[in-house]
């Protein structure tokens, strides 16, 4: 049997999950939403125990918590019962959580409901194309410090921008985040293609990226792509903002930097 272990840092307790058949009908009762899996128990002694159901794939569908004597309660996640929907890539397409009664209510993410689109090649590599945060009331979520919804352009497979919006609109910069992430590709011949990266914050003002500099200028050889058949979208996915590899065959291989500048905010 394949055992889960959770870390609960209120009762620094370490703790195996157990799989246990569907609930019988009386147990079933008890819960406030139906879902149709595998049901799994994580029990944590003296705090809550939490009945989760998962799909043949293995994702997660629902989680209801209770006190120990089956009376419903809210987690320390600060909702009851959750909802998860997926895709046939594994992408979640929807979380949505919910108090005591069945109300959609605001967790400790700061939101209710959570939408989300992808854009998948035809390997089935998956990237975020839009992400939207909702209150309990069905409105934007205003979620202080973070974003209450997310844009990613694509082109031709990669990614060129990645901006995030306040509940009015506005760009806006997630605390320790980027209001807006701009790569700009350019090719000089077949095999020679160039990526640059700026970190800008919602004024458009430059910002120090996670590589150290306020733009990431890189170059990259792609003679590799012809003679290992890899295509163009498979090195797009290789050098995003700090990657150089990618996988081909289950060996990894050498995007082929040539050079890599980075430049303060200054230039």
Not at 34 to 55: F, R, V
Request: hydrophobic share 35%; net charge negative.
């Amino acid at each position: 049997m394949k055992k889960w272990r959770i870390l609960t840092i209120a009762a620094l307790l370490v703790l195996p999950v157990r799989t246990l058949p569907i609930p019988a009908a009386a147990e079933a009762e008890e819960q406030p939403f139906e879902n149709p899996g595998t049901a799994m128990e994580l029990s944590i002694p003296n705090i809550t125990e939490t009945l989760c159901t998962w799909d043949n794939s293995g994702n997660l569908v629902s989680e209801s918590s209770y006190g120990l004597d089956k009376t419903r309660v809210l987690n320390a996640r600060g909702f009851h019962h959750a909802e998860y929907t997926w895709d046939e890539h594994g992408n979640l397409l929807s979380d949505t959580y919910y108090d005591l009664f069945g109300n959609p209510t605001t967790g400790d993410k700061g939101y209710a409901r959570a939408e989300y689109t992808y854009y998948t090649d035809a390997d089935g590599n998956s990237v975020v194309v839009t992400e939207d945060r909702y209150a309990s009331d069905g409105t934007r979520a205003r979620i202080p410090g973070s974003y209450s919804y997310r844009r990613d352009k694509l082109d031709a497979g990669w990614v060129v921008s990645t901006s995030y919006y306040d509940a009015d609109g506005k760009l806006t910069r997630p605390t320790g985040g980027y209001a807006q992430i701009i790569n700009k590709i350019g090719r000089s011949s077949s095999s020679i293609v160039s990526q640059t990266t700026q970190y800008l914050d919602a004024d458009g003002s430059a910002l120090i990226g996670p590589e150290g500099g306020a733009v990431i200028s890189s170059v990259f050889d792609l003679k590799f792509v012809k003679e290992n058949e890899i295509t163009v979208e498979d090195v797009a996915k290789a050098i995003g903002p700090g990657l150089d590899e990618i996988e081909d065959n289950d060996t990894r291989s050498k995007a082929l930097l040539i050079t890599q500048s980075i430049f303060d905010a200054n230039g």
